[in-house]
């Protein structure tokens, strides 16, 4: 009986130790199936593929060539264009000149009018000469009137100057006409007339050969005697031209006159005055 009892024990301890052995065994090969799993493959020589792996951008593994495939070329870095720090200047824009529109009546050239303004200025020059200003008083002033006919009609000289002399107009410098304080013709110029057109004079041997489709009337301030009687002269003469050989009393800026506009004329007049009195 007790030699059964060890018999058994004996067997069971063998068979306990070749348990442990295989399970020893077994552990051992499965370790080293993990390890050689996450072995890290063999370097390369090419530059671009990273030891883990992937390629220099970190974002797949590289690709392996397979035999007699030729590598494709690597396409071109695109460049961003770097921004323009300079500024291009801004081109402005200019707008087309706005010409002044013709008359209705017919259109004159436009070196016509500065004529009147400019035989004023001589005359104003001439005037001022013989005054004593202070440099306070008000700049000079020029009024202008015009007297024009309708496009395709003319005044002929020959009917121009009897009219003329009758207003009492003189023929003198810069040969063009002027109504003196006297009728006679000596004192001062109270205003003059010219030409509206090319050339602005009057040739007086060849009134005859002249012809015209308007007038320029005009008067400086400050002038001789009371201003506002000389505009109300050299209004006179320009209503009485136009009724004579049917044309219209224009402004200065060429508008037809009316009663508005010679208010605007007296009270351009009263204010020049003021201002001149006041600045002595």
Do not use: C
């Not at 494709?72 to 323009?84: E, F, I, L, S, Y």
């Not at 003319?154 to 006297?182: A, V």
């Not at 060429?254 to 020049?272: A, G, N, P």
Request: net charge negative; proline share 7%; glycine share 8%.
């Amino acid at each position: 009986m007790a030699e059964e009892l060890r018999l058994v024990l004996i067997v069971l301890g063998v068979l306990g130790i070749s348990a442990l052995a295989l399970h020893g065994l077994w552990t051992v090969r499965k370790n080293n199936k993990d390890i050689g799993k996450y072995e890290p493959e063999p370097a390369t020589t090419d530059p671009t593929t990273r030891a883990d792996g992937f390629d220099e951008l970190g974002i797949g593994r590289k690709r392996v060539l397979q035999p007699g495939e030729k590598p494709q070329p690597k396409p071109a870095p695109t460049v961003a264009p770097k921004a323009n720090k300079l500024r291009e200047p801004v081109k402005v824009r200019r707008e087309p000149e706005i010409t002044e529109p013709s008359l209705d009546m017919g259109s004159f050239s436009a070196t016509d009018e500065p004529y009147a303004e400019a035989v004023a200025e001589e005359q104003q020059a001439a005037y001022e000469a013989e005054k004593d200003q202070t440099a306070q008083a008000p700049a000079n002033e020029v009024l202008i009137l015009y007297v024009l006919l309708p496009e395709g009609e003319e005044i002929n000289g020959s009917l121009l100057l009897p009219s003329l002399l009758t207003l009492g107009f003189k023929y003198g410098e810069m040969n063009i006409f002027h109504r003196f304080q006297d009728n006679a013709g000596s004192g001062e110029v109270l205003f003059s007339l010219a030409n509206m057109f090319n050339p602005g004079t009057f040739d007086l041997e060849d009134m005859d050969k002249m012809n015209t489709r308007g007038l320029s009337l005009f008067m400086t301030l400050p002038g001789p005697g009371e201003a506002l009687q000389n505009f109300n002269l050299m209004h006179s003469a320009a209503k009485k031209l136009a009724d004579e050989f049917g044309g219209q009393v224009l402004d200065g800026q060429r508008s037809v006159l009316t009663v508005q506009t010679v208010r605007h004329y007296v009270e351009k007049i009263r204010e020049f005055q003021r201002q001149r009195l006041i600045h002595g």
